[in-house]
């Protein structure tokens, strides 16, 4: 079977690298990819861009395809998923209008609101003056985002009214995010610890994935700018048997039922970012309609089911008949980025010792590089993300560190923390 994933990240390198596992898939074609992922066992690339629906579904056609997986967010909210499918194709992720969990943040608190889903007291603005006047009448810590996507960038933390007012009028008045801050949530801070709930979803029946946990802030002890995540594991021991439950029946089944009975049935992977407080009570810190990055990479890694029928049965709506498996390992994933990012991004460093990494068992991802002949260079923000397995948290952390010590280019950034939060907890 031929499928055709969509997007060229370190989450869809290790997608690729995966349903390529399967025995059922005979080849996967990536749009756009990108030259790491092209050279996965079956799968090649094809010079189509994640936005350019109508040659997608062109190449689908002609490639008899079998069908369709979407990475990233932003074809989904454009609505890729209701276009393949007008075409008569077979497409792996939700609808445009299921898509808006993630798409707008003000959607997505009316939602939880309208349906009793745990999560941040809010309010929306597009006015700058009202917002200030709410920022003043609410203590900091606040949360600013802007409603739209916006890479993982549209959120200010605000230790201080002043941080939260600054936020404001670069969102509203100075537009710093475009269209996306046009609107903003100010919501209040939820302290706790964070993790990622992934499940998959097929309209009516879930299969949740194995807990996980990224670290979003670029510097160690969680310091410093969000980002799309420095680095993941998978399981995240903060999730305990209890937690798992209060989420599959708070959080989860309310919205898989919402959109369900709203005719706009949710269809793909749901990912809960939870905040889980001292008295281990999860609320919702955001949705997004997608895997996760780079919570994908470790996830992978741990996947002992056939990729290929999981997603044959979400499209199907037949999960019911299914279940998931992993592997008793743990894994976890370290993120090497150019030193600018998460404000910059790097191109046409040579990174040396890859092939050394992936020698001592990692398992190295690719998220922002090129490969000319036999130099690999930089191109990108995030640029690698090395992964690796263990017999718990610490030991996949300390071959995963051990595969980075290898690597190198001049302006590279790491933390060397990830994990922290699980290993002390063993
Ligand atoms: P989001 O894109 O909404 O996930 O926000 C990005 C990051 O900002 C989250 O992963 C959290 O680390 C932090 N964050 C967002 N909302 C809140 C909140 N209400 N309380 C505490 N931290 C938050
Ligand atoms: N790692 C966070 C995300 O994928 O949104």
Aim: one cysteine or more; charged letters at 20%; aromatic letters at 6%.
């Amino acid at each position: 079977m031929h499928i055709l994933l969509i997007g060229g990240g370190g989450r869809e390198h290790a997608m690729a690298w995966k349903l390529a596992q399967s025995e059922q898939s005979t080849a996967i074609s990536v749009a756009p990819g990108s030259d790491a992922i092209g050279l996965e066992n079956k799968v090649k690339c094809v010079d189509i861009a994640a936005n350019d629906f109508a040659a997608l579904a062109a190449y689908a056609k002609k490639e008899s395809v079998s069908f369709t997986v979407v990475g990233p967010e932003v074809p989904l909210v454009d609505g890729i998923v209701d276009y393949f499918q007008s075409e008569g194709l077979r497409i792996l992720g939700p609808s445009a209008a299921a898509a808006q969990l993630e798409g707008s943040k003000a959607f997505a608190k009316d939602f939880m609101q309208k349906h009793n889903i745990p999560t941040a007291h809010y309010a929306t603005f597009t006015d700058t003056e009202k917002a200030i006047a709410y920022i003043e009448q609410h203590e900091a810590p606040l949360v600013i985002k802007a409603d739209g996507l916006a890479a993982g960038k549209g959120v200010v933390v605000a230790d201080t009214q002043e941080i939260a007012v600054d936020a404001v009028k670069s969102m509203l008045s100075e537009q710093a995010f475009g269209d996306a801050g046009s609107n903003v949530v100010i919501e209040e801070f939820l302290p706790g610890e964070e993790a990622s709930f992934i499940v998959l979803v097929d309209g009516e029946h879930s299969l949740p994935f194995a807990s996980s946990q990224d670290h979003k802030a670029r510097n160690e002890g969680d310091s410093g700018p969000n980002t799309g995540g420095m680095g993941a594991y998978s399981p995240a021991p903060v999730i305990n048997d209890s937690i798992h439950q209060q989420v599959m029946d708070n959080i989860v089944q309310p919205t898989i039922d919402a959109f369900k009975n709203n005719g706009t049935p949710f269809i793909g992977f749901l990912y809960v970012g939870l905040m889980i407080d001292a008295n281990d009570v999860a609320k919702v810190v955001e949705y997004n309609v997608r895997l996760g990055d780079p919570e994908t990479q470790p996830l992978m890694m741990r996947l002992d089911s056939d990729f290929v029928t999981l997603c044959l049965a979400t499209i199907d709506g037949e999960l019911d008949q299914h279940e998931i498996n992993w592997s008793k390992q743990s894994a976890l994933g370290v993120v090497l980025a150019a030193g600018e990012y998460p404000a910059g991004s790097s191109k046409g460093e040579t990174i040396l010792g890859i092939s050394d990494a992936n020698a001592l068992g990692c398992k190295v991802f690719h998220a922002g590089s090129r490969i000319e002949g036999s130099r690999i260079t930089t191109n990108g923000g995030r640029v690698l993300c090395v992964t690796a397995l263990g017999n718990n948290i610490k030991e996949a952390k300390e071959l995963a560190d051990k595969g980075c010590d290898k690597i190198t280019w001049p302006a590279m950034h790491r933390r060397r923390d990830i994990g922290y939060r699980a290993i002390a907890r063993l």
